[in-house]
């Protein structure tokens, strides 16, 4: 017998605020409730035929069975930086500037290991996706939180980070469209991150997991459109939410080279890249029909719709997104995100995720997932009436 003990970096781990929440919807199913899951940002919908079609052909080609390149096939760098080109109207130079990713999430969990030493603060978002904060912590880093609140439209005040922590900061991560918040970001913010990133230097790294994920003809811009943008950071990308491709891993980074280099030195000493045969699907999900993404925006609009409508009607505040998949609203009086999410599963069978799960800052909301079909939203509104919300 040994004793097996895990390392700190594993001991120190927040805790996993859904467990609860995990345990309590497993049970509602075993129960037989039908359980309408509004808590996953996982898209319901199938990656449209032509990039699965592309995968199959290119599965049978023995040239990409083999080994891929660490950072990415040529052909898919190049097809990324066309895609900047036209998307953001950004130069791109493919090998020393783009860098793919098996999922952007690979590439945030990585880049912390690439430029931060023990001690050192990354400026993370809270609320937030996990791994900024989670990321640093694995390399000896420390996240200091920067409250997304209402009245700064969910953007961080850059003016209220301590003299002390700017001091030790060595990188900065946003996201806009923002998960969990559907914040957007206005060009002048951005432009004041830039100015900042400069004056303390820091590096910057912008999520752009959701950039097209917008609706009512709204267009979120690229980080690396904001003038100086390139000189003090880079942007994560991925195919995943634009495209149904969850599944199958496939992302880029792009935008500095000396962070592009840093990421990619890390990376090809950790992993061998992405099965070339994605990266060709991956090339015609970005250069193929684009049909699929004006269907996807108009489901998610319905959808959006229908629940925006729903919640108002039950007296509850809530702005429609006019960008990713969430709805992120305020719990009526008398809740806090935990005790209302709860109350929805336990009396109406329904999952959304307490706002708190993703920082302190977001007690008192909780996120719905526009990931189930107009009927399901409709019924879950439904129910949510009947049960006296
Ligand atoms: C979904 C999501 C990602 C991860 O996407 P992958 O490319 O699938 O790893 C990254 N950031 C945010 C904010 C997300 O919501």
Redesign the pocket.
């Known amino acids: 017998m040994i004793t097996i003990e895990q390392a700190d970096r594993l001991k120190q781990l927040p805790p996993y605020l859904f467990a609860e929440l995990d345990r309590k919807k497993a049970e509602a199913r075993s129960r037989g409730v039908d359980v309408i899951d509004l808590g996953v940002?996982?898209p319901d919908l199938p990656t449209p035929d032509n990039i699965i079609n592309k995968l199959a052909e290119a599965a049978r080609e023995p040239r990409y069975h083999r080994y891929p390149s660490y950072t990415g096939m040529n052909e898919f760098r190049k097809a990324v930086s066309r895609w900047y080109k036209k998307r953001a109207g950004v130069e791109l130079e493919p090998i020393q500037q783009v860098v793919s990713?098996i999922?952007?999430?690979?590439g945030?969990a990585h880049i912390p290991l690439a430029f931060i030493n023990p001690g050192d603060v990354v400026l993370v978002p809270s609320p937030?996706?996990p791994?900024y904060a989670i990321a640093t912590m694995f390399a000896g880093g420390i996240p200091y939180e920067m409250p997304l609140l209402k009245e700064n439209g969910f953007l961080p005040d850059l003016d209220l980070i301590p003299q002390k922590m700017l001091d030790k900061a060595k990188l900065i991560f946003l996201?806009y469209p923002?998960?969990p918040t559907a914040a957007l970001a206005t060009r002048d913010f951005f432009k004041t991150v830039v100015d900042f990133a400069e004056k303390y230097n820091i590096m910057v790294c912008h999520?752009f997991?959701?950039s097209e994920m917008a609706f009512d003809s709204y267009v979120p811009s690229s980080f690396l459109e904001t003038p100086g943008a390139m000189d003090v950071g880079i942007e994560?990308?991925?195919?995943?939410?634009t495209y149904n491709?969850?599944g199958w891993?496939?992302?880029w980074a792009a935008g500095n080279s000396k962070i592009i280099g840093g990421l990619g030195r890390i990376k090809s000493n950790i992993d061998s890249g992405i099965f070339e045969a994605i990266q060709v699907a991956g090339i015609e999900a970005l250069e193929g029909d684009q049909q699929c993404l004006r269907e996807m925006q108009d489901i998610y609009t319905e959808r959006r719709d229908v629940l925006v409508a729903g919640l108002k009607k039950l007296g509850i505040k809530v702005e429609p997104p006019k960008a990713?998949f969430y709805v992120w609203f305020e719990v009526p009086t008398g809740y806090n995100s935990a005790s209302f999410a709860a109350l929805l599963l336990e009396k109406s069978g329904i999952v959304a995720t307490p706002g708190n799960g993703f920082g302190a800052p977001g007690e008192g909301y909780v996120r719905m997932a526009l990931t189930v079909s107009k009927e399901r939203i409709a019924e879950a509104v439904d129910r949510m009436a009947k049960a006296g919300f």
Do not use: P
Request: proline share 0%.
């Open positions: 940002g996982d990713l999922g952007s999430k690979e945030i937030a996706y791994v996201n923002n998960n999520d997991a959701y994560f990308h991925s195919l995943s939410k491709m969850t891993r496939i992302g990713t």
